[in-house]
C-alpha cells in the first residue's frame, strides 16, 4: 500500500484533516514546500498561506503557538537565502489576520532574530522586499516599532594579504 499525505489534497492545504499529532508533519511539510522555491522565481501566495493555514488552524494551545514560530524561525534560519524571505511572508500572512493575538506576540518576541537573519546573504531584490515588508508592518503598528529596528548588513572588507615578513638583512661581513 501507498502512504498518502493527508495535509495535501489538490496542492493545498486541507484544515479538516489535521489534528494535533499531524501538525508537525503538515506544518514541516508545507515549509519543505516552500523551500523548494526556485531561485530567480517570485514566492509563491499559495504555498506562504497554506503554510499560515497551518498555523492559524493550530492556534489554540500557547504550546501549539510556540511550536509554529519556532519552525517558522528556523525556517528563516536554515533556508537557503532565496528562500528566506517567504518565512516572513509567512509571519506576515499569519499576524495580519489578529485571530490569535498570541501568535502576533509570539512571532514579535523572535521577529528581531528573523530579520537579522534574513538580512545576512539575500540578494539585493530580497533586501529591498524585507524593507517594504518592515515599512508595512510599521505603517500598521503590527509589531512593537522597537522589534522591527532595522540593523543594517555592514559588509567587512577583506583585509588584504598580510605582506611576506623582509628579509633578514645579511649579517656584516667580519674584518
Not at 499531524?22 to 519543505?32: H, I, T, V, W, Y
Not at 514546500?33 to 493550530?58: D, F
Not at 536554515?78 to 511572508?89: D, E, K, N, S, T
Request: glycine share 4%.
Amino acid at each position: 500500500t501507498q502512504s498518502i499525505d493527508r495535509s495535501r489534497m489538490g496542492g493545498a492545504f486541507n484544515e479538516s484533516l489535521l489534528n494535533e499529532s499531524s501538525f508537525p508533519e503538515a506544518l514541516n511539510g508545507e515549509l519543505d514546500a516552500l523551500s523548494r522555491q526556485l531561485p530567480g522565481k517570485r514566492v509563491s501566495a499559495t504555498r506562504v498561506k497554506a503554510v499560515a493555514k497551518v498555523i492559524l488552524a493550530n492556534s489554540s494551545s500557547s504550546d501549539m503557538i510556540e511550536r509554529s514560530v519556532a519552525a517558522v524561525e528556523r525556517f528563516v534560519s536554515v533556508a537557503r537565502p532565496h528562500c528566506r524571505l517567504a518565512g516572513l511572508y509567512v509571519v506576515d500572512a499569519v499576524c495580519r489576520h489578529r485571530r490569535v493575538p498570541a501568535l502576533v506576540e509570539a512571532f514579535e518576541r523572535r521577529l528581531s532574530g528573523m530579520v537579522s537573519k534574513l538580512a545576512s546573504e539575500v540578494s539585493e531584490e530580497d533586501s529591498k522586499a524585507t524593507e517594504r515588508l518592515l515599512a508595512e508592518w510599521e505603517k500598521h503598528h503590527l509589531f512593537d516599532a522597537d522589534k522591527l529596528k532595522r540593523r543594517p548588513v555592514v559588509v567587512e572588507p577583506t583585509p588584504p594579504d598580510p605582506a611576506p615578513p623582509d628579509p633578514a638583512p645579511p649579517d656584516p661581513a667580519p674584518p
